[in-house]
């Protein structure tokens, strides 16, 4: 199984400002996900982290408020910018292994 | 939207009980995984089910499928209270790694 790095591990943010959370795999795989949970709900998929081209989003999430970035195949970043408190979520690293999903141990945000 | 629903949504039962929940989906898929998440952290992965099996045990974990009624259920025997967490039920349509989450169940195990 990949094993996934994820920083910082959690935040408190002003609002208005941006956080770029890291996700590192310890090996190379195929497919980066990026995933949000928002207080007491699951999760819901942002994005397909897509190496060398722009990400995927699903319906309801845009490039200029969650920025993604995946340089190679064993790193990516997720960017949330001017944050509102409804911003206030876990947001969760995911790497694709065949056809298992690993996912990192998650970025809690707090927007005050 | 969430694909999955899952109940039950909360279950309490006592150490050395078995746990059982099920998950119901909406399309078809490649795949279906069943993940634990302790308190609001990272996803631990349980197991995954492919379209074309119908059961599948790891250690105290049994998980069915059943395709034509679009359901899964996960089977924890003989509980601990280590076992209480989030249970999330995920399925994989197109692309196998891509998921869409059920709603969960909330497992607690007491003494």
């Known amino acids: 199984s990949a094993v996934i790095s994820q920083k910082p591990s959690r935040d408190i943010c002003q609002r208005g400002t941006s956080l770029t959370i890291q996700c590192q795999v310890d090996?190379?795989?195929?497919?980066m996900f990026w995933y949000r949970q928002q207080p007491g709900q699951s999760l819901t998929l942002i994005a397909t982290?897509?190496?060398?081209?722009?990400?995927?989003?699903e319906s309801g999430f845009v490039i200029d408020k969650f920025p993604i970035s995946r340089p190679n195949l064993t790193f990516s970043t997720l960017t949330v910018s001017n944050m509102s408190p409804e911003d206030s979520s876990i947001y969760l690293c995911?790497?694709?292994?065949?056809?298992?999903?690993?996912f990192g141990q998650g970025t809690r945000l707090t927007v005050v | 939207s969430q694909q999955g629903e899952e109940d039950p949504q909360a279950l309490s039962i006592q150490e050395g009980e078995n746990a059982t929940m099920n998950c119901s989906y909406k399309?078809?898929?490649?795949?279906l995984q069943w993940y634990r998440q302790n308190s609001g952290r990272g996803l631990v992965h349980l197991i995954l089910?492919?379209?074309?099996?119908r059961e599948k045990h790891s250690g105290r974990l049994r998980v069915t499928l059943d395709t034509s009624k679009k359901s899964s259920s996960l089977l924890i025997t003989a509980s601990r209270a280590a076992d209480t967490a989030s249970y999330f039920c995920?399925?994989?349509?197109?692309?196998?790694?891509?998921?869409?989450f059920g709603t969960g169940t909330r497992l607690q195990v007491t003494l």
């Open positions: 982290a897509n190496q060398g081209s722009e990400a995927t989003y």
């Open positions: 399309t078809s898929i490649n795949n």
């Open positions: 089910i492919r379209s074309n099996e």
């Open positions: 090996s190379q795989v195929t497919m």
């Open positions: 995920a399925t994989a349509a197109g692309t196998a790694s891509k998921l869409t």
């Open positions: 995911s790497a694709g292994q065949g056809s298992e999903a690993f």
